[in-house]
């Protein structure tokens, strides 16, 4: 009997699945709390008093003419 060669075709398959796999996890867990993050600091912002700027008087302004 012959020793058969191992498949490193379907070898290389299965790791490209897994670390692929792993690395969709990862980046999935890390892009939810990147977005936790977003959200946290652009709730932080609203909070802040409104501040007419010059720029808001002139718009303000052409809509009264």
């Known amino acids: 009997m012959k020793k058969q060669q191992p498949d490193l075709?379907?070898?290389s398959l299965l790791?490209?699945?897994t670390v692929g796999g792993t690395a969709s996890v990862a980046i999935?867990?890390?892009g939810v709390s990147?977005?936790?993050a977003?959200?946290?600091k652009t709730s932080a912002k609203s909070t802040d008093s409104y501040?007419?700027?010059a720029h808001i008087r002139s718009y303000y302004n052409s809509l009264r003419s």
Do not use: G, L, S, Y
């Open 15 to 17: 790791k490209a699945i």
């Open 28 to 30: 999935a867990a890390t």
């Open 51 to 53: 501040h007419e700027t």
């Open 9 to 11: 075709a379907r070898r």
């Open 34 to 36: 990147v977005a936790n």
């Open 38 to 40: 977003a959200e946290t």
